[in-house]
């Protein structure tokens, strides 16, 4: 039956009700209305949870959209009236003054002074692998790829992954969102472990889990995942999202698929959302970085854009390379040959490594000289950006030597998204080395998500489902 046609059998079948029977209902309204409040609300002043660090949406997207190459002028002369607005509780207000941001922002014109627009931004896959120096290496090209067949340890190695992520993430949670600076000076010698019991509920494997969703309604079906897969988990299993991820699940509502739902209207698009979740790509193509990266781009592109895509291809290829390496700093130098070059994110991090190396002394805190080297470089970037983030986990792998415990201190004395970034880092150590029990077992078998009917899993079970699909994908990429 036709759309009108069924429009038109339902006017012509209703019949007036009873009103005694079945009064008018305006309640639902009321539900509605007081949502909004809180969702307008939190995006102008919240509070992270797991932290309590303070948060505004509306300033970071502004502080965002400049980052991005952009004369925010027109947006920024409006944030004084917002924020009084907010603290006054006059709601109508705000929301007009939201949505003339955000007009500002979708209009705003390039500022061609801005240092960003001097490096390129490849948007396709086909593009950003050309560009990558991995591809043009006519050696690893012709190589055989590598296959899970060839990890006898898999699911144990997968399992340990999945250890260090989840015990980066619930370490961090605790301290995300301060400077490396106000963390020292706050726990000291306490940052050495968990600063409290670790929970494990943490919106980064919710993400994870619908590539895993996604794996298998291709595994199902005998093919390989594509993007709309993931965007279809999405839909169907992830109620919320923050940032990047809830301008993303915005636009696929209204059925804008990825990429364009990944940059349409986004002033996100080049922040930490991909970076943190794509670890779990690493997982399903272990040893094979290239098909890492393209499942990367794929779940990337449903909320983000050019330079946080290339942040989440760098996630997961440090995920793959790991089944193949036994050393932080090998493992993080061969990750940089799948970056694409000219871009931002990849000058940034041939900058962060050649700090790297000129403050390596073999000093305890030859880290921290190192991040402060680079202060002016990441200064006008929130702490959820891609970009300071990325600095932390280089800095993390380079001066760690191979330590869990190092590494996670180092990531907290950069500060700015520590759980993201110790798991990224996590996930890559623990499929090298085993996990050590001091952040294991505190952790045990358990873990909380919000995705609806895997409120409760077992970290043995998500292992053996993730080893089983890595195996089942390799036949069809």
Known sequence: ??????ELEKIETARPVN??????????ADVLLAGWRVHLKLFWDSRVPGSRAPESLYTAMIQARYNQGYDVSEAEALLDDGLAACERGNDAELDMLSGRILKALNSAVPDKNHPTHKTVRPDTWEEARSLMPAANDEGAASAAPFSPSDVPDLEDRIHRAWLGQISGGSYGTALEGYTGKTLRETYGEKLNGYIKPPETLNDDITFELMVLKAAQRAADKSRDITADDIADMWLQYIPMGWS?????????????????????????????????RTMVCGFLAPGDPMRAAKYAWMDSTVSHNTNGVY?????AVLSSLAFLFDDSRKLLLESRRYVPDGTEFAELMDKTIAAARSFDKGADEDHIAAWDSLYEDLKTYNWIH??????AVVLSLWYCGNDLTRAFRILADCGVDVDCNAGEVGSALG????????WSDPIGDDLETYVPGLEHMKISELSRWTADLAKKMVSYS
């Open 311 to 315: 942040a989440g291809i760098h996630s």
């Open 244 to 276: 990047a991820e809830y301008f993303a699940l915005e636009n696929l509502r209204r059925g804008w698929y990825p990429p364009e739902s990944g940059r349409m209207g986004n002033p996100f698009s080049e922040w930490i959302g991909a970076q943190m």
């Open 386 to 391: 891609a970009y300071p983030n990325m600095v």
């Open 431 to 438: 499929i090298m080395f085993p996990v050590p029990a001091t």
């Open 1 to 6: 039956m036709k759309a009108w046609e069924r």
């Open 19 to 28: 009103f005694e029977e079945d009064p008018s209902d305006w309640g639902g």
